[in-house]
């Protein structure tokens, strides 16, 4: 299948800093990109989709201001995690796919942890 | 809203024995429906879907079949094999449009096969 590459795998920041995690399609075309949050021994939660080109659209209850998407290629989104607090500590997920009804390649997430 | 619900894990088996894995969803319009994979140390991967009532979805000797009237997309092998210990998500994807990507997770099951 497509690779889709995370980056960083792991990252530990303070609170109040920001922190950018990166999803690539390394192999292909991504023009829709998700991001998903998992908490410890829970499920993975949609948190927004983003369309290269276009402004994010963001699941009800999250915070737009505090969860920063860009899809400015059709290979790259990022999400930047501003003004990080320790209840953003989780593990980010992002999934990509090139077209409507064609399967989604997940990354292999990023480890977020805020002291 | 849109939810998956799942068999609670973790599920503990030996080698050859036959496997099975409950999963229901609500039933808000068609969705297509898919089990994801989670080997140890990897990131998410598509087992088998299926996008319409009766289809069974097939792959590594798993099998799932989409039941319309009992809103149940159950996981099943006959013979499962220790490489087959792993984390198994049950998925359903939103009706139309994006349906492969933007996709509601159940909480996901732990399986480990002993030899």
């Known amino acids: 299948g497509a690779v889709v590459s995370q980056h960083p795998s792991r990252v530990i920041c303070k609170s109040g800093t920001s922190v950018k995690i990166e999803c690539r399609s390394l192999?292909?075309?991504?023009?829709?990109m998700f991001w998903y949050r998992q908490f410890p021994k829970q499920s993975l939660m949609l948190m927004a989709t983003?369309?290269?080109?276009?402004?994010?659209?963001?699941e009800q209850g999250v915070e737009k201001d505090k969860f920063l998407i860009n899809h400015a290629s059709l290979t790259l989104s990022t999400l930047t995690v501003t003004s990080a607090h320790p209840e953003d500590s989780s593990f980010y997920i992002c999934?990509?796919?090139?077209?409507?009804?064609?399967?989604?390649?997940f990354g292999q997430g990023t480890r977020l942890t805020v002291v | 809203g849109d939810s998956v619900t799942q068999m609670e894990g973790p599920v503990t088996l030996s080698e050859e024995a036959f496997l099975t894995i409950n999963c229901t969803y609500t039933?808000?319009?068609?969705?297509?429906l898919f089990w994801y994979v989670q080997y140890p140390g990897e990131g998410l991967q598509l087992l088998l879907k299926?996008?319409?009532?009766?289809d069974k979805g097939s792959n590594k000797g798993f099998e799932a079949t989409y039941r319309k009237e009992t809103t149940s997309f159950h996981l099943e092998k006959g013979s499962v094999q220790v490489s087959d210990s792993a984390v198994y998500f049950c998925?359903?994807?939103?009706?139309?449009?994006?349906?492969?990507?933007?996709?509601?997770f159940g909480q996901g099951t732990i399986l480990t096969v002993h030899p």
């Open positions: 192999d292909f075309q991504a023009t829709t």
């Open positions: 998925v359903r994807g939103v009706a139309g449009g994006t349906s492969y990507g933007k996709l509601t």
């Open positions: 999934s990509a796919q090139s077209g409507v009804n064609t399967e989604a390649f």
């Open positions: 039933a808000t319009g068609y969705p297509s």
């Open positions: 299926a996008t319409k009532a009766d």
């Open positions: 983003s369309n290269e080109g276009s402004k994010a659209t963001y």
